[in-house]
C-alpha cells in the first residue's frame, strides 16, 4: 500500500541531544513537509521541500535541520539548538506545492 | 500573506444533531481550501477540499463545506453526526508552496 511512514511513533531523549525523525513515502511525490504540532496552535511548518536536494525553511526552522538526498526520504533533525523540542511532529508530500497533502501518522517527541 | 481562523476552539453536540464547525481566511491572491480531520495520536486525514467550480463541496464521511468569497468563510457542517466523528478538525489555505493551517476545532459528540 501507498503511504508515508514516520517512525519511531514514539521516542524520548534527554535535554542537549540531537536526534532524527524519518519520513519516508511510496507516493511519488515531489513535495515534502514537516510540521510541528503543539495544543491549541494547529500545525506549524518547520521545513519544506519541493525537489530533491533542495528545501526551503518554514515559519519554525530554527533548532531544526533537514535533507532531501531522496525523493522518498525527508528526515528531521531536531538539535540541541531547539530550545523546547517536546512535540508531536507531522510529516506530509503532496504531488504539487499547492494540493492536498498525505500526512503520516506522526512521531511524539519528549525531551527529558 | 494568508491567514487561517477557526472560530471555535471546542464544540460540543449531542448524537445526531447538527454541528457546523466554522472556519475564515484571509489571503491577497487565489488560494485553494481545505479541512482535515485528526483523530488522537493520528495524523491528518483529507475530509474535503475546494480548488475551483461549485462553491458546495462534499466530502467523506457526511461532511460537506461552503465557500464564500465574499465573507471568505469556508465553513463546514454536517447534517446528522455520529460518535465517531469525535476528533479534531482543521481548516487549511494554500495559495502558493505553504499550507497555513488554522488552530483547529475539537468536536465532542455526547451520547
Known amino acids: 500500500d501507498g503511504g508515508i511512514t514516520q517512525s519511531p511513533k514514539y521516542l524520548f531523549r534527554k535535554e542537549g541531544q540531537n536526534v532524527t525523525l524519518s519520513c519516508e513515502q511510496n507516493l511519488n511525490h515531489d513535495a515534502m513537509y514537516w510540521y510541528r504540532q503543539d495544543p491549541g496552535q494547529g500545525l506549524r511548518l518547520i521545513y519544506y521541500s519541493q525537489i530533491v536536494n533542495d528545501f526551503q525553511k518554514g515559519d519554525i526552522a530554527e533548532g531544526y535541520s533537514v535533507s532531501r538526498e531522496k525523493k522518498e526520504s525527508f528526515p528531521l533533525t531536531v538539535t540541541s539548538a531547539q530550545k523546547n523540542p517536546t512535540a508531536f511532529y507531522l510529516c506530509?508530500?503532496?504531488?504539487?506545492?499547492?494540493?492536498?497533502?498525505?500526512f503520516g501518522q506522526g512521531t511524539r517527541l519528549t525531551v527529558v | 500573506a494568508q491567514s487561517v481562523t477557526q472560530l471555535d476552539s471546542q464544540v460540543p453536540v449531542f448524537e445526531e444533531a447538527p454541528v457546523e464547525l466554522r472556519c475564515n481566511y484571509s489571503s491577497s491572491v487565489s488560494v485553494y481550501l481545505f479541512w482535515y480531520v485528526q483523530y488522537p495520536n493520528q495524523g491528518l486525514q483529507l475530509l474535503l477540499k475546494y480548488l475551483s467550480g461549485s462553491t458546495l463541496v462534499k466530502g467523506i464521511n457526511g461532511f460537506e463545506a461552503e465557500f464564500n468569497k465574499s465573507q471568505t468563510s469556508f465553513h463546514l457542517r454536517k447534517p446528522s453526526v455520529h460518535i465517531s466523528d469525535t476528533a479534531e478538525y482543521f481548516c487549511?489555505?494554500?495559495?502558493?508552496?505553504?499550507?497555513?493551517f488554522g488552530a483547529g476545532t475539537r468536536l465532542f459528540v455526547k451520547a
Open positions: 506530509a508530500s503532496s504531488t504539487q506545492a499547492n494540493t492536498e497533502a498525505f
Open positions: 487549511a489555505v494554500n495559495g502558493g508552496f505553504k499550507t497555513i
